[in-house]
């Protein structure tokens, strides 16, 4: 976009393009995964408020409403390859693990301690599926899943699927223990690894230019798009 023949916002007025901006860093940063319990709470709160005071219908009213659900869905795509079909998703898990575990082999050899899921001398790849999906990856879509019934019930049931693929496979690995699910301690490994990771990734403080919400939803009034 720096190039002006190919930028196409060019344009936009200035304080649209602002917005557009800040809309598209918020939705990048709202993938990160050391947000993604805030994030979750946050849209169900919003969720039921709305629902309180509409009589039962989801209204999304403000900039910080709509930013929040729009969030929402870009960070569970971000996370969803538990809910594609078993080749896909088996396919991205490997790969996943398979870094995982290169960056455990780093940390090794240079005598740091070895990050949460990434030693492959102890790791359980079907117990950290299980563990993905039933604290991370589930709780998400299903909320979605209800704000957009049924349009998610595909999604939903192939997730499910994947959780008892992989399941069922636990008593197969002899480095698994017998457990219905993974405790609270797997849990804090899953969200400090992913949290690890995602803040080695640059981040720049410089939103935008609106100094508020306020301002955004100004202008989401005053200067909506054009169609």
């Known amino acids: 976009m720096q190039n002006d023949e190919l930028n196409w916002a060019a344009g936009m007025p200035d304080k649209q ?6 809309m598209v860093i918020d939705l990048v940063l709202a993938t990160d995964m050391s947000k993604h319990l805030s994030l979750m709470a946050d849209i169900k709160t919003t969720v039921e408020s709305s629902k309180v005071a ?10 910080n409403e709509r930013m929040l659900v729009l969030q929402g869905i870009v960070h569970s795509c971000d996370i969803s390859s538990a809910t594609k079909a ?19 082999d780093r940390e090794r050899e240079l ?17 950290s599926q299980v563990g993905f999906i039933d604290f991370i990856v589930l709780p998400l879509w ?41 405790d ?3 849990r804090n490994a899953i969200l400090a ?13 410089d939103c935008s230019d609106l100094s508020s919400i306020e301002e955004a939803d100004e202008l989401t009034v005053t200067n909506p798009p054009e169609s």
Not at 111 to 127: A, F, Q, V, W
Request: proline share 6%.
């Open 184 to 186: 609270n301690e797997d």
């Open 142 to 182: 299903e909320t979605l899943g209800e704000l957009m019934y049924p349009f998610c019930q595909d999604m939903l049931n192939q997730l499910n699927d994947n959780r008892m693929y992989y399941f069922n496979r636990i008593p197969e690995s002899p480095r698994c223990s017998l457990s219905d699910s993974p």
């Open 54 to 63: 509409h009589n039962g219908k989801l209204v999304l009213e403000s900039y």
């Open 111 to 127: 005598g740091l301690t070895i990050s949460p899921m990434c030693d492959r001398h102890t790791t359980s790849i079907e117990k």
């Open 193 to 205: 690894a992913a949290e690890k990771r995602k803040n080695m990734r640059n981040k720049t403080d």
């Open 17 to 22: 393009r602002q917005l557009f901006r800040k």
């Open 86 to 104: 078993m080749p896909i998703y088996r396919a991205w898990t490997e790969k996943i693990i398979e870094e995982f575990h290169q960056q455990g």
